[in-house]
Structures are given as C-alpha cells and as structure tokens.
C-alpha cells in the first residue's frame, strides 16, 4: 500500500488552536470575560490584529462583555435574564398597583431607513436571521443581532416588532413551523431556544442546548416533532419531540454551523460544522461519508504549549496527515504527550472483537521510545493499555489484538512516549467480529473528501436532487467550494486559484474575510448550476461552481459604477426562494426579484421600517429643536436634523459623537479605535482630526475612544487614547495634558461648570485633575474599595453633576451598580437601593433642583433624587428591553434621549413630579369581568391606541399587544389560564396603570 507522508508547520496548527480556543471559551460561558481576554490577545498576537483576521469582532464582543459581566467577571445566561426580568415586574406589579404617570414618555425616533451622503456604507442595522411562511414568502419573520424578531405579512412593506418586552433581544436563527404558520422558534445566544403558538405576540423558553450561538433551526416537514439545530462552537444537535430535549448527533460534531434536507427526501439529512455529515436514515445516525475516520487528538496530561520541544523533536506533524495517519510524539513522558483517539465504536453485540493495524517506517529515537494501546469503554471512562511496543524494527504489518470487555461504546486510542519516532505512521486501522463483521476499517490512501478544517455551509437544489455545494472558510477567506453530484457521498473541489470571494474586492483579489460571520451559498432551487456565495459582497455562477461573477458591492459607489448591485456589507444569510433572492446583512434585508439579471437595481432594500439601529453613543443639541448625532455598529454616524429626518454621515463602525455646543452645523463623530472627523456643514463633507504619534501615524484609542467638548470654551475638544490629548482649535492641533496612564481610556468627563474638573478611567481605576491636567492626574481608585481594580470594579460610565464639579456618579459591574460622591470621588455611596440585577451602564445627572439622576441599564431606564426615599422609579414606559448605551438630556426642550443597542433612538419628557395621577386618562378604562374564568373584556372612552400585557402573579408575561384602540369593546381569551392573581397592565404614551385580575 502507498504511505504517503504530510507535515504542517507547527506554529499554524497552534494557531488554529488559538483560534478555536477563545471563541469555544465565549460560547461555553464557563470563563470570566477576563480569561477570555487573555486567550483571545494571545491568539492575536501570533495571527495580527489587521483587517479580516477578526479582531474586530473580538473588540465588539469585549466591549459588551466588559460592561455586562458581574463582580466575578461572569457573564449572565439568558436564562438569568430571562428568570430576574420576571421577578422584576413581579416585584413591580405588587408593589405599584396603581395608576402612574412618571414612568416616562418614551418614543421611537428610528432611524429606521438610510439616505447617504458621505456614509459609504450605510444601512439600518444588523439582520442575522430570516425565516418564511411556507408557501408564502410574503409572511416572514427577521432577525436583528440585538434589535429581537419583526414579522411582515405584506413582503417587507410594513413591520412589526414582537420582542421589545422580552429579557432577550439576541437573534441568531428564525424557523417557522412548516405545517403550523403561527409556531416561530427562535434561536438565540448560550444555545437557548425560544418558541411562539401565538405568531409572535408571547415566547416562552422551548430549550437550552446547552451553549453556543444557535445558527441554524431546521424543522421536518413531514414530521414536526424532528428538529434540528447548529451552534457555534456548540454541535449540531437534532429533537424528537418538536425541540424539547436536543442530543448531538455526533460524538465530534462539535462545531454547528448549517443543515439541509436533501430535496424531496427528509429521511437524508447534510449537516456541517467544521466537518460534513450525512444521515440516511431520517437523523438516527450520522456519518462522515468516504473520508478519512474522525481521530481527534487527546492530551494524557500537562498543557497544549509545544513551544518547549527542540528543534529535532518539532517535526512538524500532526495526527491526521492527509493520506496517512502519523503519531506525534513530544519530550518525554511527564511532559504532554498526545494520543490520537477513535471515534466512537459501538460493540455491543460482539463476541470477538479484534484491532487490527499497521505500523510502518519506524524509526525510534532511542531505547525509550514506545508505541502504547488503549482502550476504554466509555466517554469518560479509564484508558486501560492494552498492548505496547518498545523494539525498533522497520515495519510491523497486520497487528492483531484482541480487544476485551465489549460494551455498546468503545474507544481506543494510539499513544507515542518519549520522542516522535521520525517517519513513523500509522496505517490500515480496523476493528472486526466474527459476529458483526467489520465494525471501523480506514487505510488512509485517499481522501476523496478532502475537506478543510474551516467552518462550512451548504446548499441544494430541488432541480437535481443529488447535487450538494459546501463552501467553507479558510482563516476568515475563502476556502473553497466542494460540489457532490451523489448525495454528499464524495465531493469535488473547485479550482479557484487564489481568488477570494469572501473579501470587499470585485476582483476577488484581497487577502481579507470575515467568515465564518459572513459566508453562506444558495442554489436556484429551478437550476442547480445557479450558485451564489456570499461573504463581504455577493456572487454567482451559471456553470455550477465553476466560475463565479460579482453580483454586488458594499458601497454605492462602486456598485453603481460595476453596474451591479449595492448590498450592505456582511452578509450572513442568503436563502432562493420563489424565485428570489434573500440576503441577510449588517445593514438590513435586500432581496434580488429577479437574480438572473444583474444590474445595479439588482438588490431592494427591503429595510424600511425596521428600528434596529445598534447605537454605542450619541450627541445632542441643546437647541429647540434638537439636533442628534450617533455612531453605530456597521452602519456608521448619522445625524437627525430638526425635522426628524435621518442621514448617514460617515461610514464604518460609528462611536462617539456630538454637536457643537455653539454651531450646530459642526459635527464631530469618531469611528472605532479612535478615529476622528469633523464636519462643517451636518456631515455633507467630512475632515479626518485624529491625533498623531511621534512618529507621525494616527493614534489608535480604545474600541469606544472618549470624545468630548469642552463645556466652556469654544473650539476646545478632547480625546482619550493612554493620554488625554487636548485641541484649542477644534481638531486641527492637539497637546497632551495627562501623564501615560499604560492602558487607552475606557471613560473621560470635564465638569460643565469647572472646566478645570475633569475625570477619566481606564478599568477600574479612575482619575481626576482639578487643574485642567496642568499636573499629573490623581489615581481615586487604591483607596477606595468601591472603585478598586478588581472584576467588580469596572467602570461603565461616568456622569459629573451639571452645576457641583465635584459632584459624580459611575455606573460599574459591582453589584451595588451605581455609586455617588459628593466630595470628587474621595468617599462613595452604594446606589443599588431596589434596582433589579441587570447591567448599569449609562448614567445622565438632571439640573432640576433635585440631584436627578438617570441609569440605563440593559433592560430599561430608572430614576432617583433626593425625594424618592432611596428607591429608584422605573422610567421605561414604552421603552423596548434593549440595552441602553448612552443616556443625554436637552436642558432646553427637558427631554431625555437614548441611544440603544439594537433598537435605535428614543426620546421622552423627564421624569416630572408634578403630574397628577387624578387626572391620568386611563383611569376611565373598564376591565370586566372581575373575576374571571373564559374571558376579560377592556373598554375606553377614548380612541388613542395603548399596550394591553397580563402578568401572572411571579411577573411571568402571559399576553402582550401593542397599538390596539378600546373605543370599542376588546376580548381577551383566558381560558387556559389556571386560577389564581393576575395583574393587567395596560399603557399609553403618558403612563400607566396596573390592575388586578382574579381568574377562577
């Protein structure tokens, strides 16, 4: 037989397992965000930190992660969330059973469209998910990253949101129940699964699988009990009974990311990860058809760093090596050492089991040097040495050895001491019975499916059911595409060169991607030789994968001068369908109506209306009326101008921005790491301002870099990189003013009335100068344990009092949430009073003679002063349970803006005392009977539309609607609500009002 032998460098497979080890360690949730950090620089730090290598979805997930961890740098589940939601609004329905009219006036200010100007990529927001009717492409749910699930009934004309009172507004994956339109599923982060009988007005959690980004939920139309469902870094898992309990199908599906039924047959099933499998028996069992076995490398002890081994004992090799398998022998015996381990064998039944193997070029190091058998007959049970082998001889041919104890699970496994016996390899594997006949057999000559290691997605065709495409990635780019013309059983890769379709180039001729993110494949289900892929911009073959053109672009631009299609950038999901073409992207829906023709109306944007935007900071005017400014993920800084209307000023991901306290035509804005720009005339043309280093490059800030205008002086800015730099003439210079701080600024604030006051944090530590940075900033934190630089201790955000410079409040990950200072940060008062346990992180001070303060958290804004005795007021009426980024007030007008993650802006009248409870309009609202048994009936002398929920007596949401009128009478059905208290809490835009219901 033909031993061919493989090296791979080492330093890549070490990388490889960088890579994997910081995004398995995210979707576990076992890890504080701060060893996953570590994890993360470390793999960055071997690969790079430039564009396509991933750093910048890294960034996006440690800011989050940063400011939402608790005081042991954990991240809460969506459980939790889900649990201490419920306990909240049981708390508040006990305890406020009245009418209130100080809960706040929130409304949607969107954006929900885009119109550029020197946006150059502009878009709504993130859509990572979308989902049909079948038969009806005009019913179909979306999916927003952080923004929860719109319905549309009219083919994306108008929408409408579901999820803006639920604990948990992440979207990764929609399905909608094949036989059933009114059952959504809804997968969504730390592997939970969410389902609606009701299309969409209520969820409960279905299931939770365990971890993991779910990507994908596919239901059998033939039988609804069977799902099946992928997850990141989780497995690909399939249920029995419609989703309430998951199993993996594979022992190494490890990694989850596509499923696809093979048309017309649901009994075959294609699954992908980083690896392809097949079931042909309707998901009972899955395999790895006609490619190599699924060996995985096991460590016996110490850890996976080779960077100890020498030089002759570096040889390069790896377990699996192509055509041939290799055993990788490092040091010695207590150092690590490695095994490679069988899938998993099923005995049961067998009455002489026997392993059978070859092992051949042997060349030992030295008389310590030794091959070792293993067995064991469970996952986690105890390796038992069956046989070994210490003499050096040229070639051991046809080993046999009796394989004891059979059981229905069986592992064995190869293990080299010592050194790594130089062009050894290890060859003809089986396991046989003389009872059930070849049980495992590989002799490692060919590889007709020689896939790579990268994440893979599929896509079928109904005009030829036996063809399968799977593109995969490679490091972020393009890896491949395979193509099987036999139902998955061998594959053909394509030779594409060195072209890369995952990148921003229409020449396919960069080196960058953002895959597994942004990739997908999708087959006229009317020509299986009409391919398209997608990752940064969009494709298409008319060969069957064998030549593919552009079909869009990510900037107007240039798609208008390619003739072709402007798509946003990022796209995560293509689905063909009824003769369309469905893109899922960081900036929103697009469909192409008809795919066959580019041109550049290829795409529509199918957008508008979706209030999704993902805002990290924004800026207001203190004019009447306001001018806002905010910088978001994917889709820029944009600007609303007084008649309410949006446009996109500047492209990448945005982040802080403002309004020039004396012009409001001046803006400035900022994009990631500390990006500066000016505008002279609301953003029609842009100037970069960023500070320069010592040797002349731009200065690179934190992910979120402070930005901020002086209160006082005109033309005075500051930004904070290690250094806080200071300009006198709006950008165009800049001087340092504070010492090196050795970290970029997380937080700087300047006192409104004392500009000389300025405060700063990087971590948990924070700073303060009184001196306007004449001298070195002082560091508050070392003696102050509300602040320390501990997990608990991460500061969130920063507001100083508008009229007592040494007035402060942060916003941190402790659990006390808030503290105050009176005395510039010298001692601290704890501010957690009654809020909930969410995640503070925006805090805004009110000048109205009361010390107002306001906190947004991740799920809603409160209140508290010096007349609400130490108890904060929820101020969330009509505001979605989004996480709240910034919170600023317009002194002017008195209304409070937020700048949301995922559901755009809002705006409402402060918080105001004064308003009466006597003369709230709800108050006329009839609710009858009382008590009830089948069904409740609302009525309202009055037209305007309100909010109808019902709680159960633990704050469970039972029944939600939005925008409904009670001029005439509205039924509600209760009939299987089991006896017991209930609370209906029915809204408008002024208040409130909860009242009690009795159903017996």
């Not at 469902?229 to 309990?245: F, L, M, P, Q, R």
């Not at 804004?861 to 980024?885: G, K, R």
Request: proline content about 4%; aromatic content about 12%.
């Amino acid at each position: 037989m033909k031993n061919f032998y493989i090296t791979l460098v080492l330093s890549l497979f070490v990388m490889y397992s960088w890579s994997q080890e910081y995004k398995r360690m995210i979707s576990t949730g076992t890890y504080t965000v701060q060893q996953i950090q570590a994890s993360a620089e470390a793999h960055f730090d071997i690969v790079g930190r430039g564009r396509g290598l991933g750093y910048k979805q890294y960034k996006r997930w440690e800011y989050q992660a940063l400011r939402n961890m608790d005081d042991n740098g954990m991240l809460k589940t969506p459980e939790f969330y889900y649990n201490e939601l419920q306990n909240y609004n049981g708390y508040l329905n006990q305890s406020n059973v009245l009418a209130r009219t100080t809960v706040g006036t929130w409304e949607e200010l969107g954006p929900t469209y885009w119109n550029a100007t020197s946006g150059y990529n502009p878009g709504v927001g993130r859509v990572t998910s979308i989902a049909f009717e079948n038969g009806n492409t005009d019913h179909m749910i979306v999916g927003a990253r952080t923004g929860g699930v719109w319905k549309t009934t009219d083919g994306g004309t108008n929408w409408q949101v579901l999820t803006d009172n639920l604990s948990n507004l992440v979207v990764w994956s929609l399905a909608i129940d094949p036989t059933n339109s009114q059952a959504y599923f809804w997968g969504s982060s730390s592997g939970t699964i969410f389902k609606s009988t009701d299309a969409g007005a209520t969820w409960n959690i279905l299931a939770d699988i365990g971890n993991g980004s779910v990507n994908k939920i596919l239901i059998d139309p033939n039988n609804t009990q069977k799902m099946y469902c992928s997850a990141e870094n989780g497995g690909i898992y399939k249920s029995t009974n419609a989703g309430v309990n998951w199993t993996r199908i594979h022992a190494s599906a490890t990694n989850g990311f596509d499923i696809e039924f093979k048309p017309g047959d649901t009994n075959v099933i294609y699954a992908s990860g980083n690896q392809f499998f097949k079931s042909i028996d309707g998901g009972a069992t899955f395999n790895v058809p006609n490619s190599l076995p699924l060996w995985t490398q096991e460590y016996v002890s110490g850890t996976t760093d080779w960077s100890t081994a020498s030089v002759n004992e570096n040889g390069s090799v790896t377990p699996k090596t192509g055509n041939s398998m290799a055993i990788l022998f490092i040091d010695s015996p207590s150092n690590p050492i490695t095994k490679l381990v069988s899938p998993e064998l099923n005995l049961s039944g067998a009455s002489n089991p026997q392993l059978k193997f070859s092992y051949t070029q042997v060349n030992w190091f030295g008389d310590l040097d030794q091959l070792k058998v293993y067995y064991k007959t469970s996952l986690n049970g105890t390796w038992l040495e069956l046989a070994d082998y210490s003499n050096e001889i040229t070639t051991w041919t046809d080993i046999t050895l009796n394989l004891p104890n059979p059981s229905s699970t069986y592992y064995i496994a190869f293990e080299g001491l010592n050194h790594y016996g130089r062009g050894t390899t290890l060859d003809d594997v089986s396991v046989e019975d003389t009872t059930l006949g070849t049980l495992f057999q590989d002799g490692f000559e060919s590889t007709p499916n020689a896939f790579g290691s990268g994440a893979k997605m599929m896509g079928v065709s109904a005009d030829d059911d036996s063809v399968i495409y799977v593109v995969e990635e490679s490091g972020g780019t393009y890896g491949g595409l395979h193509k099987s013309t036999d139902s998955g059983e061998t594959f053909t890769k394509f030779n594409h060169g060195n072209d890369n379709y995952f990148g921003y180039e229409s020449a396919a001729d960069d080196a960058r991607g953002q895959a597994p993110r942004d990739m997908d494949v999708a087959v006229n289900p009317n020509d299986a030789d009409d391919v398209h892929i997608a990752g940064i911009n969009t494709w298409r073959s008319t060969d069957g994968g064998a030549n593919f053109n552009i079909t869009s672009q990510w900037t107007p631009d240039d798609a208008a001068f390619e003739n072709i299609g402007y798509c946003h950038a990022d796209v995560d999901f293509l689905e063909y369908l009824d003769g369309k073409l469905y893109a899922a992207t960081d900036g929103g829906v697009y469909v192409a109506n008809n795919p066959l023709n580019v041109n550049s109306n290829y795409y529509t944007d199918l957008t508008s209306g979706l209030g999704i935007r993902q805002f990290y900071r924004i800026g207001i005017s203190q004019t009447n009326p306001s001018i806002v400014t905010g910088g978001s993920q994917d889709n820029g800084t944009s600007i609303m101008d007084t008649n309410g209307d949006w446009t996109d000023w500047y492209g990448a991901d945005g982040m802080e921005s403002f309004i020039d306290k004396n012009n409001s035509n001046i803006i400035y804005g900022t994009a990631q790491n500390g990006w500066l720009v000016k505008s002279f005339d609301s953003g029609q043309n842009v100037s970069v301002i960023t500070p320069l280093d010592n040797l002349g490059e731009p200065k690179s800030g934190n992910w979120i870099t402070p930005f901020e205008q002086d209160p006082i002086l005109q033309n005075v800015i500051y930004a904070g990189y290690t250094q806080v730099n200071k300009s006198i003439d709006g950008g165009n210079t800049w001087s340092v003013i504070s010492q090196n701080f050795g970290n970029n600024l997380d937080e700087l604030k300047i006192a409104p009335s004392n500009n000389s006051v300025m405060y700063a944090s990087v971590g948990g530590n924070l700073y303060r100068t009184t001196n306007g940075g004449l001298t070195n900033w002082t560091n508050l934190s070392p003696s102050n344990p509300a602040i320390s630089t501990d997990y608990a201790g991460f500061i969130n955000y920063i507001a100083v009092h508008p009229t007592n410079p040494n007035k402060l409040a942060i916003a941190t990950t402790s659990s006390s949430k808030v503290y105050v200072s009176s005395d510039a940060g010298n001692t601290w008062a704890p501010y957690r009073f009654n809020l909930p346990n969410f995640s503070a992180r925006a805090l805004a001070w009110h000048d109205n003679g009361n010390d107002g303060l306001y906190l947004g958290m991740n799920y809603g804004v409160f209140y508290i002063d010096n007349t609400t005795n130490n108890t904060w007021q929820p101020f969330s009426n009509n505001l979605p349970n989004v996480s709240i980024n910034e919170l600023e007030i317009n002194t002017v007008t008195n209304q409070i803006y937020a700048g949301t993650y995922g559901r755009g802006l809002w705006r409402s009248n402060v918080y105001d005392s004064s308003l009466s409870v006597n003369e709230f309009e709800l108050n006329s609202l009839v609710l009858y009977p009382n008590p009830a048994s089948k069904e409740i009936n609302l009525s309202w002398n009055k037209s305007e539309q309100v909010s109808i929920r019902i709680y159960n007596a633990i704050g469970k949401l039972m029944y939600f609607v939005k925008n409904k009128s009670l001029i005439n009478t509205m039924s509600v059905d209760i009939s299987n609500y089991a006896s017991g208290l209930y609370f209906v809490k029915i809204n408008n835009i002024n208040g409130v009002i909860t009242k009690k219901l009795i159903i017996d």
